[in-house]
């Protein structure tokens, strides 16, 4: 089984500042990684998947980057509507599915 | 659009069973695979189960396998979990997902909370 890591467990920033979340495979996924948002109450929601490739609708603050073990989601200047937890999530070697502890994003 | 809604849940008893469904529409069903996926509250996600857009391949989670059922029903556009021998950490929001092009999961229902409890 892959095992997802990511940090920082929180991140604490000002609305307007940039983000960057990094998330780790414990062997390659290649380019199998998708990233989510989650905030409370609600749903997951796909982000970015293919390691770098935004979803429908998804604004270009967001962005992905990274192969093999290493990835980051980048978020470029927060929104008041990004402050949420995100997940990372290899599919390159399944099953299982597999997600990272998340990284939550909260208002400084 | 696509809607992915998850019923079913509720509190039960350890031991006991439980079914929960996923009402699918605004997508071919019948053409892709399905995912149930769960999460502790307050915790993060779980994947538990996934099945191919025919039913002819299912796979489980090492936590669930030999207790847990997926299932589809493709002329009712449905996707079922089949749960058994329920045990206090399998209480979590459980959450369909449709697998559309790749490995990822594209879309989620608003989920359902299963709650093993004595």
């Known amino acids: 089984e892959i095992v997802m890591t990511q940090s920082p467990a929180t991140l604490s920033l000002s609305p307007g500042e940039g983000a960057t979340l990094s998330c780790r495979a414990s062997?390659?996924?290649?380019?199998?990684l998708a990233w989510y948002q989650q905030k409370p109450g609600q749903a997951p929601r796909l982000l970015i998947y293919?390691?770098?490739t935004r979803a429908t609708g998804i604004p270009a603050r967001f962005s992905g980057s990274g192969s093999g073990t290493e990835f980051t989601l980048t978020i470029s200047s927060l929104q008041s509507e990004d402050f949420a937890v995100y997940y990372c999530?290899?599919?390159?070697?399944?099953?299982?599915?597999?997600f990272g502890q998340g990284t939550k994003v909260e208002i400084k | 659009q696509v809607q992915l809604v998850e019923s079913g849940g509720g509190v039960v008893q350890p031991g006991g069973s439980l079914r929960l469904s996923c009402a699918a529409s605004?997508?071919?069903?019948?053409?892709?695979?399905m995912h149930w996926v769960r999460q502790v509250p307050g915790k993060g996600l779980e994947w538990v189960a996934f099945?191919?857009?025919?039913?002819?391949?299912?796979y489980y989670g090492d936590s669930v396998k030999g207790r847990f059922t997926i299932s589809r029903d493709n002329s009712k556009n449905t996707l079922y979990l089949q749960m058994n021998s329920l045990r206090g950490d399998d209480t979590a929001v459980y959450y369909c997902?449709?697998?559309?092009?790749?490995?990822?999961?594209?879309?989620w229902g608003q989920g359902t909370l299963v709650s093993v409890s004595s």
């Open positions: 099945i191919r857009y025919d039913g002819s391949n299912t």
């Open positions: 293919g390691a770098s």
């Open positions: 605004g997508f071919a069903f019948s053409k892709y695979g």
């Open positions: 062997q390659s996924v290649s380019s199998s």
């Open positions: 997902s449709n697998r559309v092009a790749g490995g990822w999961f594209d879309n």
């Open positions: 999530q290899q599919y390159n070697n399944w099953p299982p599915w597999t």
